[in-house]
Antibody, heavy 116, light 109 residues
Framework: QVQLQQWGAGLLKPSETLSLTCSVY????????CSWIRQSPGKGLEWIGE???????NYNPSLKSRVTISLGSSKNQFSLKLRSVTAADTAVYYC??????????WGQGTLVTVSS | QSVLTQPPSASGTPGQRVTISCSGS????????VYWYQQLPGTAPKLLIY???QRPSGVPDRFSGSKSGTSASLAISGLRSEDEADYYC??????????FGGGTKLTVL
């Protein structure tokens, strides 16, 4: 059974960089894309971007200037960096494995709060 | 504001059939598959429908998806109390990004 485990800092100050990592267990990263999605408190889902095992990325145009998704240092790992965060970036961040909008396996979610 | 438009709420009584709509454009729903996700409170979304009308293993056949032009629908028949959740549609857009609908909160009366 494929499982995604994610981790990273949960409290940031404005202008800092959000950094999260996700590991895929029980299944391969190869041949798939892995995505980051966020959900602001009480709001809907927002796709941030995706990466495949070759490092090819696609990003949400509205976040592209501040986002970098990269392959991790370990196999089956990938990371999210979001620069210059503001309170508007406060959200639960999810990683997921799939292709495009076909997201089968999801991480448990990480609440990231941006506050001075 | 989401590019895929869903009604914010829907409701039904147990046993009823409920339909949730998702409206997009030619660059997303009109030319790509639609996916539906169910999100129970405090949990990650769960894939409910893939490739417009396919159900993953374990999803009851009470759930069905369809598409016509630039709109898609999720139908839930034989409504049950455990179906009370938020439902999101999603589709790939030709701008090389994934779009989600704003979500529909389903209440079972």
């Amino acid at each position: 059974q494929v499982q995604l485990q994610q981790w990273g800092a949960g409290l940031l100050k404005p202008s800092e960089t959000l950094s999260l990592t996700c590991s895929v267990y029980g299944g391969s990263f190869s041949g798939f894309y892995c995505s980051w999605i966020r959900q602001s408190p009480g709001k809907g889902l927002e796709w941030i971007g995706e990466i495949n095992d070759s490092g090819t990325t696609n990003y949400n145009p509205s976040l592209k200037s501040r986002v970098t998704i990269s392959l991790g240092s370990s196999k089956n790992q990938f990371s999210l960096k979001l620069r210059s965060v503001t309170a508007a970036d406060t959200a639960v961040y999810y990683c997921a494995r799939g292709s495009g909008s076909y997201l089968v396996y999801w991480g448990q979610g990480t609440l990231v709060t941006v506050s001075s | 504001q989401s590019v895929l438009t869903q009604p914010p709420s829907a409701s039904g009584t147990p046993g009823q059939r409920v339909t949730i709509s998702c409206s997009g454009s030619n660059s997303n729903i009109g030319s790509n598959n639609v996916y539906w996700y169910q999100q129970l409170p405090g949990t990650a979304p769960k894939l409910l429908i893939y490739r417009t009308n396919q159900r993953p293993s374990g999803v009851p056949d009470r759930f069905s998806g369809s598409k016509s032009g630039t709109s898609a629908s999720l139908a839930i028949s034989g409504l049950r109390s455990e179906d009370e959740a938020d439902y999101y549609c999603a589709a790939w857009d030709d701008t090389l990004s994934v779009l989600f609908g704003g979500g529909t909160k389903l209440t079972v009366l």
